[in-house]
C-alpha cells in the first residue's frame, strides 16, 4: 500500500521559515518525481516546486523567487520544501504528489497546512 505524509506545516510569522517534510513508503521512491503543490481557499491548486527522480532538476513555480528548496533524500523516501521569508501569501495547504512520469500513476498526500501570520 503506498502512503504520502506530510508533515511539518505550522503558523509562522511573516519573514519566517519552515521545513515540510514528504514521506513515502511502498513505492519505489527513485522512479518517482515529485512535486509540491498548494491550494489557498478560493483559488486553484497550484505547482510549488519540483524534483526529478535523480534530484539533478528542480524546477520552482514563479512566485517563489528564490525563497524555497526542493530536496529529496532516497535513504529515507523523502522530499522536502524548505520555505524562507514566508509571506501571508504562501498561507495554503501544501500538498506532496509522487509522479511516475509515462506510466500514468500519481499518488497524492493528504496536505499539511501553513499559515504565515503576524
Known amino acids: 500500500q503506498v502512503q504520502v505524509v506530510e508533515s511539518g506545516g505550522g503558523l509562522v510569522q511573516p519573514g519566517g521559515s519552515l521545513r515540510l517534510s514528504c514521506t513515502t513508503s511502498?513505492?519505489?521512491?527513485?522512479?518517482?518525481?515529485m512535486r509540491w503543490y498548494r491550494q489557498a481557499p478560493g483559488k486553484e491548486r497550484e505547482l510549488v516546486a519540483r524534483i526529478d527522480e535523480t534530484g539533478s532538476r528542480k524546477t520552482y513555480g514563479d512566485f517563489v523567487k528564490g525563497r524555497f528548496t526542493v530536496s529529496r533524500d532516497s535513504v529515507k523516501k523523502s522530499v522536502y520544501l524548505q520555505m524562507n521569508n514566508l509571506e501571508p501569501e504562501d498561507s495554503a495547504v501544501y500538498y506532496c504528489n509522487a509522479l511516475r512520469m509515462g506510466w500514468r500513476t500519481e499518488y497524492w498526500g493528504q496536505g499539511t497546512q501553513v499559515t504565515v501570520s503576524s
Open positions: 511502498g513505492l519505489i521512491f527513485g522512479h518517482f518525481v
